[in-house]
C-alpha cells in the first residue's frame, strides 16, 4: 500500500486556481504597461506565472518529478489562457518552460539520462534505454490488428503495469485499439470542456477546464513518452494504469 499525496495536490490546486483566476479575471485581462508598440501586463499580474514556474522547477530539483512539473506548469498556463484568453501568457509561459528545460538539462544529471535515452534509446538498449526500446518493439509487434488480448509480450518491460500500460494496449489491441483509447480521451475532453462552456459562474467553468486539462496532459505525456514522441516521464495512465492514489 502506498500513497501518493501529488495526486491530491493536482485536485487541490485546480480548485485554487480556479478561485484565484476567476477573482482576478480583470486584472489579467488588462495590459497597463507599455514599451514602444506593444502593451504588457503589470509585473503584480505576472507574479503568479512566475511563481508557478519556480513551484515547477522546484519539484523536479527535489523530488526528481519532471512528469507532475509538466503537468502542473501546463495546468496552470491552459487555466491562465482561458481566464484571459491572451495569447501573450502562452508565449511567455512556453518562454519560461524552454528556458527552464535547457537550465535543467545541463544542472542535473537525471534529467540529462532521460533526454539522452529519448534521442538515442538505442544506444544504451540493454540497460538505461531498456524500457524504451522494449515498449517501441512492443508498440511495432502490435501491428494493426494486435496479438490478441493476453498474448502480448509486454510482460518483459520493467512497470507495464503503470507507466508502460499503454504499450501493453497498443501491443495487444492493435494500431486500432490505442487509437480507441485515444479517441476515448479525445471525447473526454471534448465533454469536459463542453461541461465548462455551461457551467453556471466562472470558478466552475475554470475547475472543469482545470480538471480536464490535467487528465488530458497526463495521457499526452505519458502516452508521447512511451513512443519516443517526447521524453519519457514517470506518470500514470489516468484511470487505466495501476496507480493507487492517481486511479482512486
Same mark, same amino acid.
Not at 526528481?64 to 491552459?78: M, P, R
Not at 538505461?128 to 517501441?136: A, D, H, I, T
Not at 490535467?214 to 495521457?219: E, F, G, H, S, Y
Not at 495501476?242 to 486511479?247: N, P, R, Y
Given at each position: 500500500?502506498?500513497?501518493?499525496?501529488?495526486?491530491?495536490?493536482?485536485?487541490?490546486?485546480?480548485?485554487?486556481?480556479?478561485?484565484y483566476?476567476?477573482?482576478?479575471?480583470?486584472?489579467?485581462?488588462?495590459f497597463?504597461?507599455r514599451i514602444?508598440?506593444?502593451?504588457?501586463?503589470?509585473?503584480?499580474?505576472?507574479?503568479?506565472?512566475?511563481?508557478?514556474?519556480?513551484?515547477?522547477?522546484?519539484?523536479?530539483v &527535489?523530488e526528481?518529478?519532471?512528469?507532475? +512539473?509538466?503537468? =502542473?506548469?501546463?495546468?496552470? !498556463?491552459?487555466m $491562465? #489562457?482561458?481566464?484571459?484568453?491572451?495569447?501573450?501568457?502562452?508565449?511567455?509561459?512556453l518562454?519560461?518552460a524552454?528556458?527552464?528545460?535547457?537550465?535543467?538539462?545541463?544542472?542535473?544529471?537525471?534529467?540529462?539520462?532521460?533526454?539522452?535515452?529519448?534521442?538515442?534509446?538505442?544506444?544504451?538498449?540493454?540497460?538505461?534505454?531498456?524500457?524504451?526500446?522494449?515498449?517501441?518493439?512492443?508498440?511495432?509487434?502490435?501491428?494493426?490488428?494486435?496479438?490478441?488480448?493476453?498474448?502480448g509480450?509486454s510482460?518483459?518491460?520493467?512497470v507495464?503495469?503503470?507507466?508502460?500500460? &499503454?504499450?501493453?494496449?497498443?501491443?495487444? +489491441?492493435?494500431? =486500432?485499439?490505442?487509437?480507441? !483509447?485515444?479517441? $476515448? #480521451?479525445?471525447?473526454?475532453?471534448?465533454?469536459?470542456?463542453?461541461?465548462?462552456?455551461?457551467?453556471?459562474?466562472?470558478?466552475?467553468?475554470?475547475?472543469?477546464?482545470?480538471?480536464?486539462s490535467?487528465?488530458?496532459?497526463?495521457?499526452f505525456?505519458?502516452?508521447?513518452?512511451?513512443?519516443?514522441?517526447?521524453?519519457?516521464t514517470?506518470?500514470?495512465?489516468?484511470?487505466?494504469?495501476?496507480?493507487?492514489?492517481?486511479?482512486?
Open positions: 500500500f502506498s500513497f501518493q499525496p501529488g495526486e491530491l495536490a493536482k485536485i487541490f490546486i485546480v480548485l485554487f486556481l480556479a478561485g483566476l476567476a477573482q482576478n479575471r480583470e486584472m489579467l485581462s488588462v497597463t504597461w514602444g508598440p506593444f502593451r504588457l501586463p503589470d509585473i503584480r499580474t505576472l507574479l503568479p506565472l512566475l511563481l508557478m514556474w519556480v513551484v515547477a522547477m522546484l519539484i523536479v &527535489f526528481k518529478d519532471l512528469g507532475s +512539473a509538466l503537468v =502542473l506548469f501546463f495546468l496552470f !498556463l491552459a $491562465l #489562457y482561458v481566464t484571459s484568453g491572451k495569447k501573450f501568457y502562452l508565449v511567455v509561459g518562454g519560461l524552454a528556458v527552464a528545460a535547457v537550465g535543467l538539462y545541463f544542472m542535473f544529471s537525471h534529467v540529462r539520462t532521460r533526454v539522452d535515452i529519448w534521442l538515442n534509446p538505442f544506444k544504451d538498449a540493454t540497460n538505461k534505454g531498456y524500457q524504451l526500446v522494449q515498449s517501441l518493439y512492443s508498440i511495432a509487434d502490435g501491428g494493426l490488428f494486435g496479438v490478441g488480448i493476453g498474448r509480450l510482460h518483459n518491460i520493467p507495464v503495469e503503470s507507466d508502460f500500460i &499503454f504499450t501493453a494496449i497498443a501491443e495487444e +489491441a492493435g494500431l =486500432l485499439g490505442a487509437a480507441g !483509447l485515444l479517441l $476515448l #480521451y479525445l471525447c473526454f475532453s471534448i465533454r469536459g470542456f463542453v461541461t465548462a462552456a455551461r457551467a453556471k459562474s466562472d470558478v466552475s467553468s475554470l475547475v472543469a477546464v482545470g480538471l480536464t490535467t487528465i488530458v496532459l497526463q495521457a505525456i505519458i502516452v508521447g513518452g512511451v513512443t519516443r514522441l517526447i521524453p519519457l514517470g506518470i500514470t495512465l489516468p484511470f487505466i494504469s495501476q496507480g493507487g492514489s492517481s486511479l482512486l
